[in-house]
DNA sequence: GCAGCGGTCAACCTTTTGATCGATGGCCGC
DNA sequence: GCGGCCATCGATCAAAAGGTTGACCGCTGC
């Protein structure tokens, strides 16, 4: 029998980790050397120990995002690949996590079989996508983007709060042409006529964080 | 010794249901007797099985909710407790899971001995919340309310979808008038002056579900 | 150096939305 | 049966938002 596959477990919940390594202790070939409670810890034991695969969550209570960890962890020379392992899939996470470096997208929900598959074929540099992940991969790839500039997100943000073109040019230090400007830009880049339009759109795509 | 204390977990994650079974494996005293992958699952197990306290989620995939399927359980006389253990807390699932009967409201960052001592607390019908459910609540019983009728809680959604008044007025078979009128009533309840600010306090309050 | 883009602003006009007043009918509870 | 709440609709007016055109500046890249 060849070596087994080396894993480390990063994720914010205690019952999320023992249920990982429960359902992963029952498969051959597989063996988890550390746990992380954190991000920041979970990209320092990627670099004292010896890991092959990185299961990874992407919300972490506070400090570093799973995403951020993900980059971290992928930079180094000789890194070992990283497998989303989420409950909920915002679309600006995902396209985040796969930026940063991931190998694979797994959903909470996965059953157990599926996901000892998922960590084997990143062991082996394979991606594996949750269906939902990667249809909405595919749709990203066919809308050419849509991408906001930053200032275009930061109206659009503050719309999503409740407020005014008035008050949102107050907020900024702008001219209500301005921000109207901005959201002209936002309408069109969005396909659609209204600020409540903006944000509904904008939360299905993942560009705005819902709250 | 006493009776252990009999569990039935009902989760639609299989990697939690592991996790919360290996945890509480480790506690003295307590006995995992079944798991549930869905709602419906978890009220005809509850009634099959001996049971004691139920650890229950909110969201499942799709069909019964969890509040529901908490409803349907404590509703039966000498009904085990219920324990809500969920991820995410929304306002509305807060306040529909109590209504329904739940007797604590745990969120999955929870460490183990908070869950162990949960469960038995709920064994013995002690309330155990969240310390953030616990300050929602409480701002709930500060706030007289701001209960929204079914109506304009119908027309709030679409708005949030992001049609406009003409749209939501076609959608429902209404005139503009009638929109107009419920969101005025929605605004003077929310303390609010548009509809993208209505759209942002109900979903701070939970009144509307995050999508 | 110039084209392109992001960010800023102005003026003008149309549409939508919100504010106010009023009115009708159904249903529930005391 | 009457007051209160919900749901429905109409009309009117003022304010906010959206659409269009055009302009200027600063930065980046070819």
Redesign the interface.
Known sequence: MSEPIRLLIAD????????????LATEPGLEVVAEAPTAEEAVALAAEHRVDVVLMDLQF?GGMSGSEATAAITSRPGAPRVLV?T?YDTDADTLAAVEAGATGYLL?????EE?AAAVRAAAEGRTTLAPAVANRLMDRVRTPAAALSRRETEVLEL??????NLQISRRLHLSQATVKSHLVHVYTKLG?D????????A??RGILR??
């Not at 719309?159 to 005014?164: C, K, T």
């Open positions: 914010d919940h205690p019952v999320v980790r023992a249920g990982l390594r429960a359902v209570g392992v409950t909470k929900d996965a059953p157990p996901l719309v999503a709060e409740g407020l005014s659609v209204s600020r409540t339009a903006a944000v509904a759109a939360t299905a819902r709250r």
